[in-house]
């Protein structure tokens, strides 16, 4: 029932590693489907494992809501109520006090919110989503924070990061179950200073691993990076460091060159459902009459069941019919697009070349010119 990290390789900032649960190793850096209501939109347990998902994100509000975490519990957890027997997250119901912000009032308790469904009083504290997540059974469960909107005054994100370190005290000595690691989450916004402060106090819990919270909420990229470089130089090393809600491609392989270990995202998925496809280049818009006669894969180096079974012609047929299939085949390429990319990155780290590979994905996403954001973070990271 143990839970590890070890770092394999490095370049730069940029690490490699292989991360211990009691559901399975898995190996960093990677990314993590989002199934909010203990499912990836659209797609079996079968499936995800064979496009090479490692761990499956799931949502501790929305399972509170329902089916209830007590059901869940009787019935074997996340793992033998769903089937997955990968690794589980459980993401802790912070993002929510920031995207259901005019359904939630926040006091030092917690936070009430107005439920979603039916208008019901929910109070969510600490403690109560530690309960939640340790009767979900996740291996990998997340203190309970606030996360604050973009852009926020200086006076908001102060008081927030700081209630976030209280709560995190509260979260861990509400944590019972030894077979789960707690990992922390650093807030701040965008102001140097604040994320400096959260990160250094966060780090004083000595726990398991650490996450980046309250990026990808609408800052500019130029924003983002200066507070992941910062991140990352101050996280030990040997413990994984998640960013969370980060999915974009280009996003991701910035990340990994900052020295970023994990990411969760409902991009891919999101993207499928509005019938467009990943590729390196950016995205192709499958909706659109262009490839209505277009006999092409996807893409035509991917491995995925879509890629290899079906034309872009097909997938564009079923979308425009409005045929589930389409939105469906378009979900597992775009995931298996990110975890191919990852696994891309893992082996670029290996062999030592992460900089060549992270240049020649830019020269393929922006032909015309590489924004400076990403040659930021290249260079921040000594690889550009």
């Not at 929510?96 to 009032?105: A, D, E, K």
């Not at 070349?353 to 922006?366: I, L, N, S, T, V």
Request: charged content about 25%; aromatic content about 8%.
């Amino acid at each position: 029932m143990s839970f590890e990290f070890r770092v394999l390789h490095k370049q730069g900032k940029a690490r490699s590693g292989l991360l211990a649960t009691p559901h399975g190793d898995v190996a960093t850096p990677l990314f993590m489907p989002v199934g909010t209501q203990a499912t990836v939109k659209g797609l079996s347990n079968r499936e995800l494992v064979e496009i090479g998902s490692q761990i499956v994100l799931a949502n501790t509000y929305h399972l509170l809501l329902r089916p209830g975490p007590g059901r869940i519990e009787r019935l074997g957890g996340l793992h033998g109520f769903t089937g997955y027997q990968g690794p589980w997250l459980t993401d802790s119901g912070g993002f929510q006090v920031m995207s259901l912000g005019h359904r939630r009032v926040i006091s030092e308790e917690g936070v009430e919110f107005s439920n979603h469904l039916n208008g019901d009083r929910t109070l969510l504290t600490p403690e109560k989503s530690i309960e939640v997540q340790q009767e979900l059974g996740a291996d990998i469960i997340m203190a309970f924070d606030e996360c604050p909107p973009y852009p926020a005054e200086r006076g908001y994100l102060e008081n927030s990061l700081e209630r976030t370190l209280r709560w995190l005290e509260r979260s861990l000595a509400a944590k019972t179950r030894s077979d789960q690691a707690l990992f922390g989450i650093a807030q701040g916004g965008v102001e140097l200073d604040l994320r400096r402060r959260s990160t250094v106090e966060t780090i004083k819990f000595d726990l398991p691993g650490y996450a980046i919270g309250g990026l990808a909420v609408g800052e500019p990229k130029e924003k983002m990076v200066p507070v992941v470089d910062l991140s990352t130089d101050l996280l030990p090393e040997d413990r994984p460091r998640y960013l969370m809600g980060v999915g974009h491609p280009e996003d991701l392989v910035a990340g990994v060159a900052l020295g970023v270990d994990m990411f969760d995202c409902v991009y891919p998925t999101r993207t499928g459902r509005f019938g467009y496809a990943l590729v390196d280049r950016g995205r192709l818009n499958l909706s659109s009459a262009r490839y209505k006669d277009n006999p092409e894969q996807i893409d035509a180096s991917c491995d995925c069941y879509a890629c290899q079974n079906h034309s872009r012609a097909y997938i564009t047929h079923l979308v425009r019919a409005g045929e589930m299939l389409g939105l469906r085949l378009l979900s597992l390429h775009n995931i298996r697009y990110l975890h191919r990319l990852m696994e891309r990155a893992r082996a670029a780290i290996a062999s030592g070349r992460y900089g060549d590979f992270a240049r020649e994905f830019a020269a393929r996403r922006w032909p015309s010119g590489t924004p400076e954001w990403f040659s930021d973070a290249l260079e921040r990271s000594g690889m550009w």
